[in-house]
């Protein structure tokens, strides 16, 4: 699978999702999946500019409003875990 077809399905992961808990447990369960791929933290981190750009450019009028909630919910979390795979490294 390639990033940008990882970046599509975890986007379609978050869109399905009923909550802020369901949509960080997304994001989390993603990220340990790479790792355990044995991912090193470059590419974790270029995975999540790549899903942080692709979630910025949805547009609010393409989607509902809880949708809409989780995609932004869903900015906050990769900021923060792109924080630490930055301390990590």
């Known amino acids: 699978m390639t990033m940008d077809e ?3 399905m975890i986007i379609g992961q978050i869109q399905a999702a009923k909550g802020n808990v369901e949509v960080e447990k997304v994001i989390q369960v993603s990220i340990e999946n790479m790792i355990e791929k044995k991912k ?4 974790i981190q270029r995975w999540l500019d ?3 750009i692709a979630i910025e450019e949805i547009s609010p009028l393409k989607c509902s409003s809880d949708q809409w909630s989780c995609y932004r919910f869903a900015l906050i979390c990769i900021r923060g875990a ?3 795979q930055v301390t990590e490294d």
């Open 6 to 8: 990882y970046v599509i």
């Open 40 to 43: 090193n933290g470059f590419i």
């Open 50 to 52: 790549k899903l942080r």
């Open 82 to 84: 792109s924080v630490n």
